[in-house]
């Protein structure tokens, strides 16, 4: 494999290196492996189509990313854009390689094994997270994708969850409910869910921006003031509105279980990601399904402990509410009667708050790592 001389820099694709009269120009993967493609076909200007074909060929990202990546590699070659010596932009098609005098050498395998061995352990393994779906956007624009796909997926969550909560009590033997309860309920989900989501995002999207090694606590954190702050409008709004309109006075929750399901989420999804997954980038597939299973189990888990301690969710703020109304056919009794227990009882609570909790865990999970084409 050649290494090339240009200037007073030599590039060696080999050791996946850089250097500048002997230092070593530090460059991230990607940046590198497109400096190492332009200066292959420097005889040619190379049409952008290419470049994502060849260094972002497992990935999607925009021409502004390109753009970034040319900019830092001009700045490490001390290259200027008005009269580049090495790259030239070549207006509506792409970039070219300029420098004239560029000197190829073979390089041995077996020359200069320690330096090599070095640079490539302080180098980001290329072929492990770091190479997964890359996103060069600026943090701020990265913040507002990571809020805009939690309030989807948790909205999406909730939908799912209340049109199923609805159809299975209306298909209940003995129950009251009409199927038409199926799409009130499914409103009701994906509005708390699209709320949740929301207050977990924005929490985990402000928590990127702490030191790596306080990540997964500040997600915590984070995701649990998020989901308190959406708990505690939400319980201040449903009691005031039920007061306001109808004149019926629940206990209703809710600050409470924000702060606990959104600090669940935060944890489930910080021991999940990486730093690169989230702001560099973000898993793809079945990595990225398992991310969100493991939000899902651990703000399951947390419902669990929610619901032990007598403190509902969604669900059962919506039976307490119903009990409390004259005519309503919106109880969950029909629900602990199915499984054994006289009235909407613990081990209903349990179940249903669990099942919400993991629906929404998924969604969340699934929107956070959503990257927009």
Same mark, same amino acid.
């Given at each position: 494999m050649p290494r090339?001389?240009?200037?007073?820099f030599v590039l060696s694709p080999r050791r996946r290196l850089l250097l500048r009269g002997g230092s070593e120009i530090p460059l991230i993967p990607r940046y590198f492996d497109? &400096?190492?493609? &332009? !200066?292959?076909? @420097?005889? *040619?200007?190379?049409?952008r189509r290419d470049i994502f074909d060849r260094v972002w060929s497992d990935v999607i990202v925009s021409d502004s990313a390109l753009s970034q990546a040319i900019r830092t590699i001009r700045r490490a070659l001390d290259d200027d854009p008005k009269e580049p010596r090495f790259i030239r932009t070549v207006s509506r098609h792409g970039y070219r390689f300029v420098y004239a005098d560029? @000197? #190829?050498?073979?390089?041995? /395998? +077996? #020359?200069?094994?320690?330096? $090599?061995? !070095?640079?490539?352990?302080a180098a980001p393994a290329r072929n492990t997270e770091t190479s997964r779906q890359l996103d060069l956007r600026p943090p701020h624009v990265l913040a507002l994708a990571r809020w805009e796909g939690a309030s989807l997926g948790g909205g999406l969550a909730g939908l799912v969850a209340g049109a199923i909560g609805g159809? =299975?009590? /209306? /298909? =209940?033997?003995?129950?009251?409910?009409?199927?038409a309860l199926a799409p009130v309920l499914a409103l009701i989900g994906a509005a708390c869910g699209a709320a949740g989501g929301a207050g977990v995002g924005a929490g985990l999207a402000a928590a990127e921006a702490a030191p790596p090694s306080w990540r997964r606590a500040a997600m915590v954190v984070a995701g649990g003031i998020g989901g308190n702050v959406i708990g505690t409008a939400a319980q201040f709004l449903a009691r005031w509105s039920l007061d306001a309109l109808v004149?019926?006075?629940? *206990? =209703?929750?809710? +600050?409470?279980?924000?702060?606990v399901i959104g600090a669940a989420a935060g944890l489930g999804f910080g021991l999940a %990601? +990486?730093?690169?997954? %989230?702001?560099?980038?973000g898993p793809l597939g079945g990595r990225r399904l398992r991310v969100a299973a493991v939000t899902a189990a651990v703000c399951g888990a947390a419902a669990l402990l929610l619901a032990i301690a007598g403190q509902p969710l969604v669900g059962g703020t919506i039976h307490a509410i119903a009990t409390a109304t004259s005519g309503s056919h919106a109880a969950l009794t029909p629900l602990g009667r199915l499984i054994g227990e006289p009235d909407f009882g613990p081990v209903s609570r349990a179940? $249903?708050? %669990?099942? #919400?909790?993991v629906v929404f865990g998924l969604g969340l999970g699934l929107g956070l790592t959503r990257r927009p084409k």
């Amino acid at each position: 494999m050649p290494r090339y001389h240009f200037d007073e820099f030599v590039l060696s694709p080999r050791r996946r290196l850089l250097l500048r009269g002997g230092s070593e120009i530090p460059l991230i993967p990607r940046y590198f492996d497109l &400096l190492v493609f &332009l !200066v292959e076909r @420097r005889r *040619e200007a190379v049409h952008r189509r290419d470049i994502f074909d060849r260094v972002w060929s497992d990935v999607i990202v925009s021409d502004s990313a390109l753009s970034q990546a040319i900019r830092t590699i001009r700045r490490a070659l001390d290259d200027d854009p008005k009269e580049p010596r090495f790259i030239r932009t070549v207006s509506r098609h792409g970039y070219r390689f300029v420098y004239a005098d560029v @000197r #190829e050498e073979e390089e041995n /395998a +077996s #020359e200069g094994d320690g330096p $090599i061995k !070095v640079a490539e352990a302080a180098a980001p393994a290329r072929n492990t997270e770091t190479s997964r779906q890359l996103d060069l956007r600026p943090p701020h624009v990265l913040a507002l994708a990571r809020w805009e796909g939690a309030s989807l997926g948790g909205g999406l969550a909730g939908l799912v969850a209340g049109a199923i909560g609805g159809l =299975i009590l /209306a /298909a =209940i033997p003995g129950s009251d409910a009409s199927f038409a309860l199926a799409p009130v309920l499914a409103l009701i989900g994906a509005a708390c869910g699209a709320a949740g989501g929301a207050g977990v995002g924005a929490g985990l999207a402000a928590a990127e921006a702490a030191p790596p090694s306080w990540r997964r606590a500040a997600m915590v954190v984070a995701g649990g003031i998020g989901g308190n702050v959406i708990g505690t409008a939400a319980q201040f709004l449903a009691r005031w509105s039920l007061d306001a309109l109808v004149g019926l006075r629940v *206990e =209703i929750t809710g +600050s409470f279980q924000g702060l606990v399901i959104g600090a669940a989420a935060g944890l489930g999804f910080g021991l999940a %990601t +990486s730093v690169n997954e %989230t702001w560099l980038g973000g898993p793809l597939g079945g990595r990225r399904l398992r991310v969100a299973a493991v939000t899902a189990a651990v703000c399951g888990a947390a419902a669990l402990l929610l619901a032990i301690a007598g403190q509902p969710l969604v669900g059962g703020t919506i039976h307490a509410i119903a009990t409390a109304t004259s005519g309503s056919h919106a109880a969950l009794t029909p629900l602990g009667r199915l499984i054994g227990e006289p009235d909407f009882g613990p081990v209903s609570r349990a179940i $249903i708050g %669990t099942g #919400e909790a993991v629906v929404f865990g998924l969604g969340l999970g699934l929107g956070l790592t959503r990257r927009p084409k």
